[in-house]
């Protein structure tokens, strides 16, 4: 059992280590929504591989990765109305999501794979999808590493980063595709409902914690594995749903990083109008 365990919290760490890091660039590149449309696509894909009796992981990685890569070739082609066809992607996915596991559900023996789906489960972690994260998370270092100072500076100011020759339309079509395929991976752990936490909460604390984006982006990372494996081992403790439990505490880890900061500058402003005392 514990060595189960073990093969748990790697992978949450993991899970969380990516979501975090892909939640940063998603945010500061402005392509939330298209994350978010990616996400909800890779839940259309796992409940449609319960209907075919397949792997969800798998089917969730292709309707992501499909979804990411059809989102950012019309990004690249129109100029009004990409909110419009993000939310159309979003409301479709969802739809079918809905209707597959409707169809899945007639099935007794489905239940269970549903409940995975739709809210993460301990039992759905194995060495064949550690391995997966572990791959996952290789790739897309390299790629950080490889074209660290385009990104740079895309992070900085994207319009100047064209105007300087970088092509941000292919490294905005990679985050998407990186996206898709950590959303799509991190499924049997969160489930599809919930696997937004993991890529939003820990970028919006470390918004509280600093205004540099590389210490953003390590933040974050940290974040990330930090309320997953606590949020897996507090599941694990008290019987509580995973993707449920991953959520409520990376949403008071946000809590306690707003409420400190608040009290930080209020402290702060307090110690600067104070009028100095002259000996």
């Known amino acids: 059992m514990l060595e189960f365990l073990g093969l748990a919290i ?3 760490v993991l899970s969380g280590n990516l979501c975090g890091a892909i939640g940063f660039y998603v945010q500061r590149l402005k392509i939330t929504t298209l994350s978010f449309s990616v996400a909800h696509a890779a839940l259309a894909g796992a409940s449609i591989g319960l209907i075919l009796n397949i792997d969800p992981v798998y089917s969730a990685m292709i309707t992501a990765v499909a979804s ?14 990409r909110e419009l ?6 409301s479709v996915s969802s739809a079918v999501a809905i209707f597959a596991i409707y169809l899945s559900n007639v099935r007794v023996l489905a239940t269970v794979s549903i409940a995975v789906v739709l809210w993460g489960s301990l039992l759905a972690i194995t060495v064949e999808k550690l391995i997966l ?24 100011d994207v319009k100047m980063a064209e105007a300087e020759g970088v ?3 292919m490294h905005m079509l990679i985050m998407l595709f990186f996206a898709g395929l950590i959303i799509s991976s991190s499924l049997r752990l969160t489930g599809g409902f919930l696997v937004f936490t993991l890529l939003y909460n820990p970028v919006a604390t470390s ?10 982006l390590l933040a974050s ?19 509580w749903p995973v993707g ?7 949403s008071i880890i946000l809590l306690l990083a707003y409420t400190a900061k608040i009290i930080a500058e209020a402290v702060r402003r307090r110690c600067l109008s104070r009028p100095y005392r002259l000996g």
Not at 207 to 216: D, G, N
Not at 244 to 250: D, M, N, P, W, Y
């Open 68 to 81: 990411a890569l059809f989102l950012g070739i019309v990004f690249t082609r129109i100029e009004y109305g």
């Open 85 to 90: 066809i993000s939310m159309a992607v979003f």
């Open 207 to 216: 918004f509280q914690i600093s205004r540099r984006a590389h210490m953003q």
């Open 244 to 250: 449920a439990t991953i959520a409520i505490v990376s």
């Open 167 to 169: 092509n941000v339309q």
């Open 10 to 12: 790697s992978a949450a």
């Open 133 to 156: 994260l572990l791959l996952i998370l290789f790739i897309f270092v390299l790629y950080i590493l490889a074209y660290r100072i385009q990104i740079d500076s895309m992070l900085y």
């Open 221 to 239: 990372s940290i974040l990330g594995a930090v309320s997953a494996s606590s949020g897996l081992m507090v599941s694990y403790i008290l019987d």
